[in-house]
T-cell receptor
Framework: NAGVTQTPKFQVLKTGQSMTLQCAQD?????MYWYRQDPGMGLRLIYY???????DKGEVPNGYNVSRLNKREFSLRLESAAPSQTSVYFCASRLQENYGYTFGSGTRLTVV | KNEVEQSPQNLTAQEGEFITINCSYSVGISALHWLQQHPGGGIVSLFM???GKKKHGRLIATINIQEKHSSLHITASHPRDSAVYIC?????????????FGKGTLLTVNP
């Protein structure tokens, strides 16, 4: 039982490059989330998917797009990376509202 | 948006001490989450509670809905408890999907 798997773990991009962060869960959870974590700040929600086929903006969605490919997978895409997107990104999932979260191990992204 | 304040920001303790970490929030909520982030970065969900108290091993979480305050206690602390502890709350009347996270309390337990 792998839980939530994120890839890659580390990535360095040049300004303007694009990339997709992958996230998959094997727990049959309904909702999935993408967060970013920056020094001195709490986790901030980028996008979430309450259920398969739906996605919604979180607190900081600008510069990102998401796809809920199926119930298992929720990807985050940076179309044109900017240095302000340097951060640690976490994917999470949970069975439904009012349940606890399961987090992936994170992706450390540096945009130069 | 629900404002979340955690205290203290940093806490250093000796092994065996009783630890208390506090979380206050600005508007009424349906449930509050406590999370633990290990030094390596991994995040684990510890508790979700909407009233009273929950206990798991040496960890105890309490919440006072009227006072908009929650505490996380660690009994008989151990160096492996060293981590950042984070509380998170949903917005008042808003979606439980959109949590607001505190900045965390860095706990260091020395042997």
């Amino acid at each position: 039982n792998a839980g939530v798997t994120q890839t890659p773990k580390f990535q360095v991009l040049k300004t303007g490059q694009s990339m997709t962060l992958q996230c998959a869960q094997d727990m049959n959870h309904n909702s999935m989330y993408w967060y970013r974590q920056d020094p001195g700040m709490g986790l901030r929600l980028i996008y979430y998917s309450a259920s398969e086929g739906t996605t919604d903006k979180g607190e900081v969605p600008n510069g990102y797009n998401v796809s809920r490919l199926n119930k298992r997978e929720f990807s985050l895409r940076l179309e044109s990376a900017a240095p302000s997107q340097t951060s640690v990104y976490f994917c999470a999932s949970r069975l439904q509202e009012n349940y606890g979260y399961t987090f992936g191990s994170g992706t450390r992204l540096t945009v130069v | 948006k629900n404002e979340v304040e955690q205290s203290p920001q940093n806490l250093t303790a000796q092994e065996g001490e009783f630890i208390t970490i506090n979380c206050s929030y600005s508007v009424g909520i349906s449930a509050l989450h406590w999370l633990q982030q290990h030094p390596g970065g991994g995040i684990v969900s510890l508790f979700m509670l909407s009233s009273g108290k929950k206990k798991h091993g040496r960890l105890i979480a309490t919440i006072n809905i009227q006072e908009k305050h929650s505490s996380l206690h660690i009994t008989a602390s151990h160096p492996r408890d060293s981590a950042v502890y984070i509380c998170a709350v949903p917005p008042m009347g808003g979606s439980n999907y959109k949590l607001t996270f505190g900045k965390g309390t860095l706990l260091t337990v020395n042997p």
